[in-house]
């Protein structure tokens, strides 16, 4: 897969998000994507275009000490992001499966699934931007894990991408929320 760069911020201002704490997202603009109601959770429409699927796994990729591996919860397309022992410090509801805290379904649909800290997940929820989990609903896994829509272009990319970075914050066990 290709990777392209959109000109949304530079690598440099995207990573200077780790003092952005109090991170609120706007409301997202429409209706929520429809997802599926079983196993894989997925969206099933409003799915991005592949440039701006591409450019976000790209961006995902340059956050200090990821590594990028096969999901274990997920089909063998997805990406998982995942961090080493010695900067996996948040706490074990941080994680999907062992150091695993993201990862980023293939296109068409192109959705994320990661963990996110109560005050940023109730946030993303409500204005628009991700929704439980169907394991967290059912309690299989901690209700920290949600799916966040794909975003459509690059202004959504941007704000998808601070979602992501709280995740990896939290995971990290860097402080995030207020």
């Given at each position: 897969?290709?990777?392209?760069?959109?000109?949304?911020?530079?690598?440099?201002?995207?990573?200077?998000?780790?003092?952005?704490?109090?991170?609120?997202?706007?409301?997202?603009?429409?209706?929520?994507?429809?997802?599926?109601?079983?196993?894989?959770?997925?969206?099933?429409?409003?799915?991005?275009?592949?440039?701006?699927?591409?450019?976000?796994?790209?961006?995902?990729?340059?956050?200090?000490?990821?590594?990028?591996?096969?999901?274990?919860?997920?089909?063998?397309?997805?990406?998982?992001?995942?961090?080493?022992?010695?900067?996996?410090?948040?706490?074990?509801?941080?994680?999907?499966?062992?150091?695993?805290?993201?990862?980023?379904?293939?296109?068409?649909?192109?959705?994320?699934?990661?963990?996110?800290?109560?005050?940023?997940?109730?946030?993303?929820?409500?204005?628009?931007?991700?929704?439980?989990?169907?394991?967290?609903?059912?309690?299989?896994?901690?209700?920290?894990?949600?799916?966040?829509?794909?975003?459509?272009?690059?202004?959504?990319?941007?704000?998808?991408?601070?979602?992501?970075?709280?995740?990896?914050q939290f995971a990290r066990g860097m402080k995030t929320g207020r």
């Open positions: 897969m290709a990777l392209h760069r959109l000109e949304v911020e530079s690598a440099e201002e995207d990573l200077a998000l780790e003092a952005d704490f109090a991170f609120e997202p706007p409301p997202r603009s429409g209706p929520r994507p429809q997802s599926c109601p079983t196993l894989p959770h997925v969206q099933l429409d409003q799915w991005p275009p592949p440039k701006i699927a591409e450019a976000l796994l790209g961006r995902c990729l340059i956050f200090p000490y990821v590594r990028p591996k096969q999901s274990r919860m997920a089909s063998p397309e997805c990406y998982a992001l995942s961090l080493p022992d010695e900067f996996s410090a948040g706490p074990p509801w941080a994680f999907i499966v062992d150091h695993e805290f993201c990862h980023l379904h293939p296109l068409p649909d192109s959705s994320i699934h990661l963990t996110l800290p109560k005050v940023v997940r109730e946030r993303a929820i409500e204005r628009g931007w991700a929704e439980q989990h169907l394991v967290s609903r059912a309690g299989i896994l901690p209700e920290t894990l949600v799916m966040v829509y794909a975003p459509r272009d690059a202004h959504e990319l941007a704000i998808v991408l601070r979602l992501i970075w709280q995740s990896y």
